[in-house]
Every structure is written in C-alpha cells, then in structure tokens.
C-alpha cells in the first residue's frame, strides 16, 4: 500500500499541501520569465526540461501512485512519444515519406496525436498482458517489454539506430513561435498543467474511486460488481499517454532523440522522481523533477560522480522520509 | 549453417545459461527466502569481477583472483545487507525497487571512484587458454570450464538445499519465516547468511565472466537484467526454474543472435541484416517471457508464495 487516500484528502492538511503546490507552480512559472528577463536562456530551457520531466512522471503518477501499479518500463512510452516527434522532423525536413506512403508533418498538433494514439496502442498491448501478473512479475514483465522496445529502437538504422537522430528544426506549434525559448517554454507549462488537470478530474470521479479501491482492495471492488482488471486498464494506457507527451515534447527541447530515451535507467529515473516528490500526490511529481534535474545540473556540473549523491539521497528518501519532499514540505508523512 | 557451428553455438548458449544461472540462483534464493527484490545483484557482479582482476593483477594468480572476487561479492553483500538491506524487508516492492536502485548508482561510482574508470583486464593462466576437440567442435577450454563450475554450482546448492541442516532452515524460511522464527532459529543471521551466498555467487559470475570481456562499471547491468528475466521465466523463488530459465534463455539468445542475422541476409544488405538481425535477436528472450507470462503468470515453476 502506496499511500491511504487520494492526494485531495480534506484534512487540515489540505490547505497546507495546497500551499507547497500554488508556491511550486509560481516558481517554476517565475523562473523563465526572469530569465528570459536577464537574458539568461540557458535558465529557460532548464525549466522547460523540468517542466518536460515532471510531466513524465505525472503520467507515472497515475498508474503508480494512484492505481499502485510499479511499472518498470514507462520510459518505452517517454521514448516512443520522443522517436514520434523525431521521425516526423526528420521526414518533414527530408520531404520523403514515413515508411515510402505517408507524407510527414512538422505540426505538433498532428503529431501529438499520432503520439498519443500510438503510446496508447503499445500501452493497450503490454498492459492486457502485463495487468495479468500482480506484485514483482508485474514490474518485470513491464520492464521486459521497455527493453523489447528499447532494442527495437537500435534496430532503426533508418533513424540513425544506436547513434539516434538529430531534430535539424524543431516541429512547429498553431501559435507562437516554437523555437523561441519562452513560447516553447509556455507550450510545455500549458501541456503540464492539462496533464494534471487530467489526472486531478479523473482521481477525483467515480473512475478514480474504482482505481484507488483496486489498489486498496480489490475483492471488494469486484464484490461492487467492477472488474478491477479493465480499470487497471485503462489507467495504465492513460498513464502512457501522458508519459508519451512528455517524451514528444522532450524529443523537441533536446532536438535529439536516441535509444537511451527508453533504456530502464531512464524508467528507474521516472520511478525515482515520483518518490522523490512523493507518491500519489498531485503535485510530487513537479517537486521530485525540480529536485532531479537541480541535482543533476548543479552536482553534474560539480561532480563527474553526481549520480553518487543522487543514490545516497534517493537511499535517505526511501528509508527515512516515506512521504516525498511534497510530506517533508506539508509535514504529512503519510505512510503506506 | 553446418552441424559443427550449430554444435559450438549450442555449447556458448549452455555457457551462457550457466553464467545466467549463477547470477539468477542468488536472486531467486533472496527472493524466495526474503520476498527482496534487488536490483543491486549485478552490482555486486561487478564488484566481484573487480576485485579478482585486482587480486589477480597483484598476485598472478587467477585462481586466487576467482576466490578474491567472490569473497569479496560476498563481504559486500553483508554489508549491504546489515546497512541497507535488513531495513526493506518489510517494505513494499516499489520501495525495495527505490533503495536497490539507489545501492545501483552508489556502488557503481564507488567503484568507480576506487579502481578508476578505465575498464580491467583479466588474465586467464596459459593451461586454460588453449581449446580442445569434441567431435567436431574444437571448443576453448576455459568456456569448458565455465559450463562445469555451472553444474557444480547447481550440484552444491542442490545438496546445501535438500541435505543440510542450513538448508532445511532455508526451505522452512520460505514457508513459514514466522514460525522458524519462533522455534529459535535467528531469522536475521539466517538472512544475512542466504544474501551472502547470493553475493558469492554473482561474484564468482562476475570474476568468470570478466576474463571473457572487459572489467568495466555498469557491466552487471544487462546480465541483471536477463537474471531477471530467467527468474520471471522460471517463477520467482524456485531454483529449478531458475536453472530451466537460465539454460533455455541462454540458448534461445546465442542460437537468436548467430541465426537472425543469417536469416535477414536472404532478403537485405549484409550490413543492415547484421545490425537489424541483432537487435531482434535482443528482442528474441523478452517476447520468449512475454509469451511465457501471458500463458503462465507465475512462471514455469510457481514457487510457493
């Protein structure tokens, strides 16, 4: 058992949590416009990769926090999300076809959906036959499936295989203009923001019940006449759905997508940041990114041997402080 | 492709199912006596393949550097065990994934940060250098060697398991790890001893392994994985299936990657069969697990959970 109750429980500490997430938001909004302000762009595209990351993991949330299913292999979503994007700069630069019939575009907004539908195909597909197991075999067989995929990436000699592909221009969006840091930046805050406008909608309805119920108990679910299985379902395709958003959107920032983008660090790093901000919490996955790619950033800069640190204080998060920073920060150490 | 390549294709994929097994058998022990799942296990692969290149760069000898490596696996193992470890047992998976994960990066920079980045070589002694014929097949001696550590490996832990009183301890743990507990055997001595065994093992197939490729940080890291898939394949906790496992996906992986690339050269260029053909060949033992899952959710050899 992950966490009790859905992240809005309305206890007194409600108001304080909302208050960490409403301080949280204006950080990270504050951030780029003074930036952009100073000059400083290297600043605004930081922010939009945490911004970028932690809608990944808001994706994971969903399934992971509060649907308590481990998947140990969203960073196939992430990547397929990431290699959409790519193949359709690439295609739409070259003027040739995806697979010699279809004409490509450079419109994000035809290749979101292309993204999404595909993450949610795959998702559909690993899912009925994952959400078979339970407990480690669902976390292995999640990650066998990642790696599946993974080498399938390599296999793409046409997209550069293990080398990866380089974006030469980035996609372009209806309004704005998407190489501008900031109006990318915005694109990427507003794409966040439905992502948790999405997850808060569909915890807080009768779905959501059923979700949080199937974590709990899901005799009893089944005893109320709903199958646990095609929530779980439905949960976890919705959950890719969001990561392959997030790795869309990535593969644009970066102008680069490789085989890395769906290796199992990168579905450990997803897994890491959820904990880190803390589980099934609304706002814990934009907590955990901060802190993520901060430490990265600054440690990396630092230290060739950042990723030590990054164990030592995952190791601190996991043993002692069992409710993220987002529990740290409100207090509530809501245990499992 | 002739009888004698099949032949000595066949032997590199019982090689590599060995190899598979040693690593596989601990984690599948941890799990089944702990209910732990720990990604660190090829961590601690690494840390005994470094060690016994050490011990047998300064000693000469590589018999000693294979103790080296596995002792040094195993002391590892306990201190992980009491620091870290101990604290998880009680935990959810999603929290033994986290620290087990963590323990991962900690290990491998540390080190890292001890014997430097460069990757290490072993040295085999000249007696196992050389190759022998079987049949047709002129095979090297020191994969001969690799596949025979492999059986007595299963062998010992075979008799240790079913003939001994340790063993009688282990598979009563299993069952009923309160009840063990409460006619007096000392439950936490009992799980660091089974972690430490564990450990040895991946260390001793670490060391094997590091004379066959380099001894470099993050080497653990594919061969966990496939331990992993094995013990998915052969039910968690359940040696048996463990060695089932190992053997059929070592085998299943050699035979993919020599016969893919062949097969995609009827109708590619040699070049893109050879990469294309490879990275399917990858793909070959995850779709093996998938259908093996998708038929049997708990594995070949449900262990008793």
Redesign the interface.
């Known amino acids: 058992?992950?966490n009790s109750i859905t992240s809005l429980n309305f206890t007194k500490n409600m108001s304080r949590e909302s208050w960490v997430n409403l301080l949280l938001l204006v950080v990270i909004v504050s951030v780029p416009i003074i930036a952009t302000l100073m000059d400083e762009v290297y600043y605004v595209n930081l922010s939009t990769r945490i911004i970028i990351i932690a809608m990944a993991a808001v994706g994971l949330n969903f399934a992971?926090g509060f649907g308590g299913m481990?998947s140990?292999g969203h960073a196939a979503f992430f990547g397929l999300g990431g290699y959409v994007a790519g193949i359709a700069a690439f295609h739409s630069f070259e003027g040739t076809l995806f697979l010699g019939l279809i004409p490509a575009s450079d419109q994000m907004l035809l290749i979101w959906p292309v993204a999404l539908l595909g993450a949610a195909m795959i998702a559909l597909l690993i899912g009925a036959?994952s959400l078979?197991?339970q407990?480690?075999?669902f976390?292995?067989?999640t990650?066998?499936?990642a790696?599946?995929i993974y080498?399938?990436s390599?296999?793409l000699?046409t997209y550069g295989?293990e080398d990866g592909l380089s974006i030469i221009l980035r996609n372009n969006f209806a309004i704005g203009n998407s190489n501008n840091p900031l109006h990318f930046f915005a694109l990427c805050f507003f794409a966040l923001l439905m992502s948790l406008w999405l997850s808060h909608r569909m915890v807080g309805s009768r779905f959501g019940a059923a979700l949080t119920m199937a974590k709990l108990n899901e005799t009893r679910l089944a005893t109320a006449g709903i199958e646990p299985y095609s929530i779980r379902l439905v949960a976890f395709v919705v959950s890719a759905m969001i990561t392959a958003f997030a790795g869309a959107l990535f593969a644009d920032l970066n102008g680069f997508v490789d085989p890395s983008m769906l290796s199992?660090h990168r579905s450990?790093e997803i897994?890491?940041i959820v904990?880190l901000g803390g589980?099934g919490r609304l706002f814990g996955p934009i907590a955990g990114a901060i802190a993520f790619v901060l430490l990265e950033t600054f440690l990396g800069g630092f230290t060739d041997?950042w990723?030590?640190f990054?164990?030592?204080v995952?190791?601190g998060v996991?043993?002692f402080a069992r409710g993220g920073l987002i529990g740290l920060m409100t207090g509530n150490a809501r245990h499992? | 492709m002739t009888l004698a390549l099949t032949l000595e294709q066949l032997l590199n994929g019982i090689q590599f199912g060995v190899m598979l097994f040693l690593m596989a058998s601990g984690l599948t022990l941890i799990?089944g006596v702990m209910g732990l799942?720990n990604l660190a296990h090829g961590s601690l692969y690494m840390v005994g393949a470094f060690v016994c290149a050490y011990v047998t760069g300064i000693t000469g000898s590589f018999w000693l550097g294979l103790l080296a490596g596995a002792l040094g696996a195993a002391i590892m193992g306990v201190i992980v065990e009491v620091l870290?470890i101990r604290?998880l047992y009680q935990r959810?998976?999603?929290?033994q994934?986290?620290?087990t994960?963590?323990?991962?990066?900690?290990l491998?920079?540390?080190t890292?940060?001890v014997f430097g980045s460069q990757p290490l070589w072993l040295d085999i002694p000249s007696v196992l250098k050389g190759s022998i014929e079987l049949g047709s097949v002129v095979y090297p001696v020191y994969r001969i060697l690799i596949i025979i550590v492999g059986v007595l490996v299963a062998l010992g832990l075979y008799l240790l398991i079913s003939r001994t009183r340790i063993g009688m301890k282990i598979r009563a743990g299993e069952n009923d790890r309160e009840m063990i507990g409460a006619l007096g055997v000392n439950i936490s001595v009992l799980y660091t001893f089974v972690f430490a065994v564990g450990a040895a093992l991946a260390g001793l197939a670490g060391s094997l392994v590091g004379a066959l490729q380099s001894v470099e940080v993050g080497m653990g890291?594919p061969v966990l994985?496939l331990a992993?898939?094995v013990i998915?394949i052969g039910g968690?906790g359940s040696i048996k299936g463990a060695l089932i496992g190992a053997m059929l996906v070592g085998i299943v992986d050699t035979l993919g990657r020599v016969l893919l690339p062949s097969f995609f050269q009827w109708f590619m260029e040699p070049s893109?069969a050879a990469?294309?053909g490879s990275?399917?060949a990858?793909?070959l033992i995850?779709?093996l697990?998938?259908i093996i899952?998708?038929i049997k959710?708990?594995?070949l050899f449900p262990a008793n959970d």
């Open positions: 058992m992950i992971l481990v140990f036959i078979r197991t407990g480690v075999y976390i292995m067989i990650l066998a499936f790696q599946m080498y399938f390599i296999s000699t295989g199992w450990g897994i890491v904990v589980v041997r990723q030590l990054l164990g030592l995952l190791l996991v043993l499992g | 799990f799942i870290v604290r959810d998976h999603l929290d994934v986290l620290a994960f963590a323990l991962i990066l900690i491998s920079e540390g890292a940060l890291e994985i992993f898939v998915v968690i893109a990469s294309v990275a399917l990858s793909m995850y779709l697990m998938a899952l998708a959710p708990k594995g």
